[in-house]
């Protein structure tokens, strides 16, 4: 139950979608004055090094950020001359971790919310996680930044957490929801959290990241939360973006080479108004700059 580690995967082409999105939608959020509470339920360390042993072993940055930041990245993509504005946006965040022209740090959803949490609106972010050791990290990373009661953090089960949470008194939320899929009972308790939280909070910004893999319960679950959307009447935005073939390949020597994670998708209930057309240009260009084979592309569709 414990044996998945983010660090593994920190920085990959998942999160720069994961991330990019969830920049693009709190800068939407917190463009009112009320108050604006953030839960992340599955939040992992916060901060990893991408020079450490753990994203050292993967190598999994190196074909997602570390492909966009760097002495003359990214490359304009073809037929434009800059980067679409909500890309731009999350490579500056992440390039704010380091020095400039280094890349050794990547920020987790938990310190990319925190940048951009407003201390004079009160905004706060609950952070949840499970692991042991990613839940002792996290409270660490967070401790450092000294921010008060702005940021909690609890060793608890977020998606069972999250109930407590809904309606929250600042009546304006946005929630991401993005465990490990490490277990395929994940796919399930995804859509039932989010059906459980729609009934408590209807007015939720909702954003679920899902892995793209050849397992039912991955393709099930974009149609199993546009149902969900449907029946209660509530907009939806679901973008997608793949990197590479997910078939199986072979090597030399005849053995049979995994393609790793080959895309990623990332679902929301009452998105902003203004995401679909904000993601449209920066997902182009990330199938154009992230491609590891011919079979990169993007989706991106709403309703509502």
């Given at each position: 139950m ?7 995967h920190?920085?990959n082409?998942a999160?720069?979608?994961?991330h990019?999105v969830?920049?693009?939608t709190l800068?939407?959020?917190t463009?009112?004055?009320a108050?604006l509470t953030v839960?992340?339920?599955?939040a992992g360390a916060?901060?990893y090094?991408?020079?450490?042993d753990?994203a050292?072993t ?15 990245k990214p490359?304009?993509?073809a037929g434009?001359?800059t980067?679409?504005?909500v890309l731009?946006?999350y490579?500056?965040?992440v ?8 890349l050794k740090?990547y920020?987790?959803?938990?310190f ?6 407003r201390?004079?609106?009160r905004?706060?972010?609950k952070?949840?996680e ?6 002792r990290?996290?409270a660490?990373n967070?401790?450092?930044?000294n921010?008060?009661?702005q940021?909690?953090v609890?060793?608890?089960?977020g998606?069972e957490?999250l109930?407590?949470?809904?309606p929250?008194s600042?009546r304006r939320?946005?929630?991401l929801?993005?465990?490990?899929y490490?277990?395929k009972s ?6 039932d959290?989010?059906?459980?939280a729609?009934?408590r909070?209807?007015?939720g910004?909702y ?6 893999i ?6 099930g679950l ?6 969900l959307a449907?029946?209660?009447?509530k907009p939806w935005l679901h ?6 073939s997910?078939?199986?390949?072979v090597?030399a ?11 990623s998708?990332?679902?929301l209930?009452n998105?902003?108004?203004?995401l679909k057309?904000?993601?449209q ?6 199938a ?10 993007f989706l991106?569709?709403?309703?509502g």
């Amino acid at each position: 139950m414990f044996s998945y580690r983010h660090a593994f995967h920190a920085g990959n082409h998942a999160d720069v979608l994961k991330h990019m999105v969830l920049i693009a939608t709190l800068r939407h959020l917190t463009q009112k004055d009320a108050p604006l509470t953030v839960i992340d339920t599955h939040a992992g360390a916060g901060l990893y090094r991408l020079d450490g042993d753990y994203a050292g072993t993967s190598g999994e940055a190196q074909d997602g950020i570390a492909r966009l930041i760097g002495p003359g990245k990214p490359a304009p993509a073809a037929g434009t001359d800059t980067l679409a504005p909500v890309l731009q946006d999350y490579l500056d965040m992440v390039s704010a971790f380091n020095k400039p022209g280094d890349l050794k740090v990547y920020p987790g959803s938990p310190f990319i919310c925190q940048r951009l949490l407003r201390a004079e609106a009160r905004d706060k972010l609950k952070l949840f996680e499970l692991h042991p050791t990613d839940s002792r990290s996290l409270a660490g990373n967070v401790a450092q930044l000294n921010v008060g009661r702005q940021v909690t953090v609890a060793r608890e089960d977020g998606f069972e957490a999250l109930k407590a949470l809904l309606p929250p008194s600042s009546r304006r939320a946005l929630v991401l929801i993005d465990p490990s899929y490490e277990i395929k009972s994940d796919y399930p308790r995804v859509t039932d959290t989010v059906t459980d939280a729609l009934k408590r909070f209807a007015t939720g910004t909702y954003v679920v990241w899902y892995p793209i893999i050849p397992r039912p319960e991955a393709h099930g679950l974009p149609r199993k939360l546009k149902t969900l959307a449907t029946r209660v009447a509530k907009p939806w935005l679901h973008a997608t973006l793949t990197v590479k073939s997910s078939k199986i390949g072979v090597d030399a020597s005849g053995a049979q080479v995994r393609p790793g994670l080959p895309a990623s998708g990332m679902f929301l209930i009452n998105p902003p108004y203004t995401l679909k057309a904000a993601l449209q240009p920066a997902l182009s260009q990330l199938a154009k700059l992230l491609a590891q084979d011919s079979h990169a592309a993007f989706l991106l569709e709403s309703a509502g």
